[in-house]
DNA sequence: CCCGTATCTGCCCACGTGTGCACATCATGT
DNA sequence: ACATGATGTGCACACGTGGGCAGATACGGG
């Protein structure tokens, strides 16, 4: 009695195929073919199991399904910095859409110390696919999902190697464009503020900014690096415009240019008459009213859907080549420019 | 040769603890050993059997050991409203508390019209938990989870069902907080700006003005609903101060405060001089040098440890009777009152 | 030499499912 | 009546792992 108990209480055990098997007057095999789409089965039987599974709360165990060899249907998505306001948006598009394939999205905060233990205790599940946005992912891990058969799809930077697909913004059109503007509208004391020195998107946004500057004969007045965030734009911005006299501003990212733009109000330089500002990424809060900042738009949407594609499309074809997607960004003209 | 190679080439399969045993010349059950913590298992062997794993790339498949009956290590994470700050911020926070934990946290979103299907969908898989954060999850969903023996989390908002622990801020204390404060200052014409009318924290936090107010023998003199966002907050902040005269407005989160800001602004209002505005949350840009928004802290470390805590406590004895954990808000003086 | 003990290892079962295969049932055409 | 095809069903296996159980080996004491 004392075991049947400890039995009854203390494990409360998931209810299973067999279990609703018996309840129905019917084979394990039927119950699973009842869940089964396209399986042979009688409708009526097959309505009468799905009657006595209702009742009973029984879902077939994905687990155990999984392990059979199909497709696990989990996706992890290695964030490499939550803090920041676009790459939390596109995971949240990014999972919207994840949930409406039916893959489940396994979050890994890529800025934790602890991150590469993570990756390798998650990689334990066969995962269908591995997703990286931004962050430096160790070039070990990538490796080591390559050797195990993970696909991955990286975006927001580009990772050669070896069963990796991209997925990425052409980050020098960006700037460019953002540039070009700011020069026919008459700007020519150009500065830049740029991300940490090594990160893949601010090297190509810094380029962008030159190279249209120098199809005009012009070159930057001065530039700095930040690290992707408000209150160090601010900092970095406000050193930059008691130091140096200039009439336009392009930063490595919205936040940044948030900064700049509080920057540019406590030392009483008027934006837009006096100094533009331009952003990168286009978030949200760049088309609030306290902000209305002119930047390039890194279109989240786009971007997500090619992911989803390639995801779909890697998973039908295993060995389909790698592929490198580039989205188009464009200038959204507001009132910092 | 055709069979010979559709089977190596096609299907890359999972290297699994048998090749390793072969290779490595031991027992299947030695590789198992191997990575079990505890397990006897010749100190050299051991040695041998992770060489020999580390080379081919193997992990211990946690699908196959999740099905065996001990836990999955999966959490499914319930959210609300991707789209406020909040909410974002306190799921970032949770993801890297869950990773440390070796705890894998699938995100789904809540706002998605697929959301009940999702939810469904992702209860197939053996979860340890879920946790619910902020939204309104269907009832029918809970009572699904609690018959099925998945232990949820609730915060944000309370829910009142069996199996239930829940974890949520004082609403009521925090706004009460706040407009004493803003009374000792001085003001007596109140606005407040709620979110969506049914929502559990709006409700509490509008209750937590009315009472402040009464207790100084003074009332509401306007209100009205938002939906918790910037833009939102700059309309109705407008219709407000446009209609009445306020020298203080009371709102429901951070972003409807970031968006009276703004209006107040529009309306040559000064702030902090003729109008006091406070928001909730204390997000990471109400402290921005832009906003220098005053606030009441809703602390997300606190929240997210206290969440973690249960969640631990509720592994660790399935039939710990269900709990409710008050979190304390603060009030966050800065440049708005 | 024998026995007890401590340490190590292999066999085998259970976990819960999907599905190939063989078999059963039944309607239909000749 | 019999062959044939269509439709439905149960058996049994495989998926990859952890761990219980018993057997093996080594070692030391009597």
Not at 48 to 55: D, F
Not at 299 to 313: C, K, N, S, T, Y
Request: with cysteine; aromatic share 6%; glycine share 10%.
């Amino acid at each position: 009695m004392s075991d049947d108990q400890s039995k009854t209480t203390h494990r409360p055990r998931r209810v299973t195929a067999q279990t609703v098997a018996e309840a129905a007057g019917v084979s394990r095999s039927a119950v699973s073919r009842a869940f089964t789409p396209g399986a042979y089965l009688d409708a009526g039987k097959r309505k009468k199991i799905h009657e006595v599974a209702a009742s009973m709360g029984y879902q077939p165990n994905a687990l155990a399904a999984g392990l059979k060899g199909g497709r696990s249907h989990l996706v992890a998505v290695f964030v490499g910095n939550m803090r920041s306001a676009y790459d939390t948006e596109f995971v949240m598009a990014l999972v919207g859409k994840l949930n409406a394939l039916n893959k489940w999205p396994i979050l890994i905060d890529g800025a934790d110390q602890t991150t590469e233990q993570a990756i390798q205790q998650v990689l334990r599940y066969p995962l269908d696919a591995l997703i990286l946005r931004g962050g430096s992912m160790q070039s070990e891990i990538v490796t080591h999902c390559s050797k195990i058969g993970v696909p991955m799809i990286s975006t927001g930077r580009i990772v050669e190697a070896r069963g990796v697909d991209n997925v990425c913004c052409r980050n020098a059109d960006g700037t460019g464009l953002a540039t070009t503007t700011l020069i026919q509208a008459g700007r020519t004391r150009f500065g830049f503020i740029g991300g940490p020195a090594q990160f893949f998107s601010s090297v190509g946004r810094r380029q962008g900014v030159e190279s249209a500057l120098s199809k005009a004969g012009l070159q930057l007045v001065a530039q700095a690096d930040g690290d992707f965030t408000v209150d160090t734009g601010f900092k970095v911005a406000t050193a930059l415009l008691k130091k140096h006299s200039l009439d336009a501003l392009v930063c490595a990212n919205d936040a940044t240019a948030i900064g700049a733009l509080a920057a540019a109000r406590d030392l009483g330089i008027a934006v837009p008459e006096a100094l533009s500002v331009v952003g990168f990424d286009d978030i949200e809060m760049a088309g609030w009213p306290s902000f209305d900042l002119s930047t390039v738009c890194n279109p989240i949407d786009d971007a997500v859907e090619r992911v989803i594609g390639l995801l779909e499309q890697r998973l039908a074809n295993p060995s389909k080549p790698s592929e490198t997607v580039l989205i188009d960004p464009y200038f959204v003209p507001r009132g910092t420019h």
